[in-house]
Each structure stands twice: as C-alpha cells, then as structure tokens.
C-alpha cells in the first residue's frame, strides 16, 4: 500500500472531490453501469443530493489532492429513488437530452430506479460504487477504501451491508469476496445476471 495516499471520509459536498469522482466513475464502469450515460453533471447532482440527505458518506483516496479512488456508502439506498423523484424536475432536464438522442433507455430507466426490490433482502445500508484510478489497483487502495468504509458504517450503527455486481465482472466479485463479503443472492437486470453480497460487520 502507498504511503503517500490519504483517506478521508467526506460527507459534504466539495465540488473538486465529487467531480473527480463522477470523472473515475463515468470512465472506468461506463462500459457496465447505466447511469454514468447521463454524465458527468447527472452524476454530482445525485452524490451532492445524497449527501444533502444525510444518506451516505465517500470515503476518497487521495494522492497529491486528488481523488485516485473513491467509495460511496449510502445508510439506506431504497431512499435513493425519493431522491431523484423529489427533484425530478432537476434531474429529467439533465437527462432529457440524452433521452432525445437515446430512446431506447427509458425501460432501463425504470429498471435502474425500481431495482432494489429485486433484490428481496431487508439490508437497508449498501457499498453503491467503489473504483479505484488504473494506475493504482492491486497496490491495495481498494481493500483500504472498503476498511475504512467498515468503520464509518459502524460508526452510524451500520453492522451488515449489501453490494451488487454483475456475474461477468470476475475480478470485482472476487475483490467483494476477498474482502470479507458473502454471495447472499443473485437477479436479473438488464438481461444480465447480478450478484448481491452481503458484508456482516464486528
Ligand atoms: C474492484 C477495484 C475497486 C479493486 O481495487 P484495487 O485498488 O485494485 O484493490 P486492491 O489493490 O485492494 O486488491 C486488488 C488485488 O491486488 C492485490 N494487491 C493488494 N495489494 C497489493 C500489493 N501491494 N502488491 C500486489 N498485489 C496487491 C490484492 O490481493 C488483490 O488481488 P486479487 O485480484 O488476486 O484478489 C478495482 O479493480 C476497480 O476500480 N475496478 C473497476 C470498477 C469496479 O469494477 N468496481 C466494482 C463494481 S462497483
């Protein structure tokens, strides 16, 4: 692990943070999330609502003062719809245009904003995304991000959280595994099949 990486924990909204966050976000799981399509604005909208809400925290990884990986933990993530249909005003401008050039995403929409309850389980609390910059995986940025996020979690009273992956992606569900987290279930979404982890706090 590097010594010259901080961690801290944010739960206020600091626009250079979150907007390099939204940028490693977008980048590195575009090719499997749905709703980095709606950019990068779409994106620090949501995690600067999240944290109005007082739902979830970050914990970043920093090198230098900038973000090289980041998590993003929510206390109660059915509460993130409420979120988008409080504001939706805001968010459909955002995403009005790429629904224009796009079409065929609004019944991913729908599946995107209904998917909790396909996942049948009564853990409220979730790791929503963890990613760290290319240039520093494997040298532990990742398994410090989820330990630090532990500790927050317990310090709200959170002992037991929920992730979701995507069957295919191997190396994140064995990442999930290696760090303490147990395959509860799995779903169907986007005509792919999911897994749910759950991780049991001390
Ligand atoms: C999943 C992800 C967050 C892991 O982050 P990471 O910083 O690489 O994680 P770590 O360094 O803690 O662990 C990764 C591997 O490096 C190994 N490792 C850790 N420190 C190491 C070191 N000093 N030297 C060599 N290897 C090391 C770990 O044992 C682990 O090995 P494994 O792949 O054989 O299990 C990262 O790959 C990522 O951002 N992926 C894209 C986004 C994504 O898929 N996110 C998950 C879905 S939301």
């Known amino acids: 692990m590097s010594n010259d990486i901080k961690y801290i924990v944010v739960d206020k909204f600091d626009h250079q943070l979150l907007s390099e966050a939204a940028r490693l976000h977008i980048e590195h799981l575009s090719y499997r999330s749905f709703i980095t399509l709606f950019g990068n604005k779409f994106m620090v909208e949501l995690y600067k609502d999240i944290l109005a809400d007082k739902l979830g925290f970050f914990i970043f990884a ?21 979120i988008i249909a409080r504001k939706f005003i805001k968010y459909f401008m955002i995403i009005f245009p790429r629904i224009i050039l796009n079409p065929q995403i609004i019944p991913k929409l729908f ?40 500790q927050e979690f317990l310090k709200h009273g959170v002992h037991q959280y929920k992730v979701t992956v995507h069957d295919e992606m191997k190396k994140s569900n064995n990442f999930y595994v290696k760090n303490g987290m147990k395959l509860s279930a799995n779903f169907m979404m986007y005509g792919v099949k999911w897994n749910m982890y759950i991780n049991q706090l001390e």
């Open 62 to 82: 920093l090198e230098d003062g900038h973000v090289c990986g980041f998590v993003l933990g929510c206390i109660n993530s059915k509460q993130l719809f409420n």
């Open 111 to 150: 599946e995107t904003l209904f998917y909790v309850n396909k996942e049948n389980t009564n853990v409220e609390s979730e790791l929503i995304v963890i990613v760290t910059d290319i240039n520093h995986r494997s040298t532990g940025v990742g398994k410090q991000l989820v330990s630090v996020l532990d």
